[in-house]
């Protein structure tokens, strides 16, 4: 009998990937279904009409399902794969725009946005976990939705199912090697430690030789001068620190506080873009007629199909499909520090490379972070633990703590009056924070 995957926030743009992934791949899935769950019912028929059709076209051996039913989708299930977003960009948008006024940056997974995403998260994540104990108990649960870290600290202090947090920053890892080394992407095994949005390339293995130093060379010798402003400061931070940080253009909000909201207030942020809407718009119509095509293809040339239905559905995925087959293979995965980074205290969650097959994920020893980037590490680890606290009790003054301990706020008087506008322009989506 094949293995039973549930995607809870079956409606995600992102689940197109998850589909695709797994059709390409059905010999590895041969048998396996797909039980796609949602709380909207609209989005979630456009995916399921497109996986049919996926299915159909490959000849695959798989076979797909939606359902409005979470408990429905949960039992029985090998797998489950969260993939939502609570309060949708709607939220996003208060997460951004609010913290801008009192003039401090903020997204999904930094700053207040992240910690307030948290705290909408994590109820709704804890209320799936405590139906898979028991509905399916042994199932693994990949974590996909944001912000990854809070949510695997969560999940770890709740409930005892096995789980799997994951980012797919470090596979950009692959991409900068292929592009500045010339050697293949697929062959690449990064060696990445540090906190969520927050990691550091320790090591990059190809054929057995670690080309990380060489590809820190390239990387401080290339041209930026076009490239995004992100780009630029990931840059800039490998020539300060000498060591290539992962998803350079997160970490930059921390290296460059000031031009960052500065940046954000002048020339927009993702999360406030006005065209967000036409180009959301636009994935899904394709996706509408992918579900009707007699041979469907993405056009990868639609703005953010790439991200949508590229590498990062497939490292979800790619991830069940490791367990699955017992495939052995690196991924980073937030977890609890083990003794895997030396210097950051045991049971803090951090990120880092870990060994992924039919027994979980086993975290890689990977030793000391570099004195230089310690600090601001444990900062927000010790942050993202006040946040979960908050989160789970709806305590306002831990709320306040966390925020305060996040390296991205800098004035009391304005995260008290930050907070108190965050909590009423998001009191639909944080009822633990009413009482």
């Known amino acids: 009998m094949g293995k039973k995957i549930a995607v809870i926030g079956g409606g995600s743009a992102y689940v197109a990937g998850i589909v695709r992934t797994l059709v390409e791949r059905a010999e590895e899935m041969a048998g396996a279904s797909l039980v796609l769950e949602d709380i909207r019912p609209e989005r979630q028929e456009t995916m399921l009409a497109l996986g049919r059709n996926l299915i159909r076209a490959r000849g695959a051996d798989l076979k797909i399902s939606a359902t409005l039913d979470l408990d429905e989708a949960l039992e029985g299930a090998d ?10 960009f709607e939220a996003l948008n208060l997460d951004v725009s609010i913290p801008l006024k009192h003039g401090i940056y903020g997204d999904e997974t930094s700053g207040p946005g992240g910690i307030f995403f948290a705290c909408r998260t994590i109820p709704v994540v804890v209320d799936v976990v405590k139906r898979m104990e028991r509905l399916c108990p042994d199932a693994f649960l990949v974590n996909y939705a944001n912000p990854t870290s809070f949510i695997a600290d969560a999940v770890r202090r709740t409930s005892a199912v096995t789980q799997l947090s994951i980012c797919s920053g470090f596979l950009g890892v692959a991409r900068q090697v292929a592009q500045f080394l010339g050697l293949p992407a697929e062959d690449v095994v990064p060696i990445t430690a540090g906190v969520n949005h927050y990691t550091w390339l320790l090591h990059a293995y190809v054929d057995g030789k670690d080309v990380a130093p060489d590809l820190l060379r390239k990387l401080c010798e290339s041209d930026t001068s076009h490239s995004s402003w992100g ?13 290539v940080p992962i998803t350079g253009g997160h970490m930059a909000d921390y290296f460059f506080r000031r031009e960052s909201v500065a940046h954000a207030k002048a020339d ?26 007699d041979d469907p293809q993405f056009d990868m040339s639609i703005a953010g199909m790439h991200h949508l239905v590229g590498s990062v559905s497939d490292l979800a995925a790619d991830l069940v499909i490791a367990i699955a087959n017992d495939g052995r293979k690196v991924f980073a995965v937030n977890m609890p520090n083990e003794g895997q980074i030396t210097n950051m205290p045991r049971g803090e969650i951090v990120e880092s490379s870990a060994l992924v097959g039919a027994f979980g994920a086993l975290p890689l020893a990977v030793g000391d972070l570099p004195d230089a980037v310690l600090p601001m590490t444990e900062m927000l680890a010790r942050s993202r633990k006040l946040a979960v606290d908050a989160a789970l009790s709806g305590d306002k003054d831990t709320l306040l703590y966390a925020l305060m301990a996040d390296p991205l706020v800098d004035s009391l008087p304005e995260a008290k009056l930050m907070m108190a506008e965050m909590l009423e ?11």
Not at 79 to 88: A, N, P, Q, W
Not at 425 to 435: M, T, V
Request: aromatic content about 16%; glycine content about 12%.
């Open 268 to 293: 927009g942020h993702w999360g406030l873009t006005t065209g967000r809407g036409e180009r959301h718009s636009a994935v899904w119509q394709h996706y509408e007629e992918l579900a009707k095509a």
């Open 79 to 88: 797998f489950v794969i969260t993939c939502f977003r609570i309060g949708s």
């Open 231 to 243: 780009w630029q400061r990931g840059v800039e931070i490998a020539r300060t620190y000498g060591i």
């Open 425 to 435: 322009a998001q009191a639909q989506w944080l009822p633990q924070f009413a009482r």
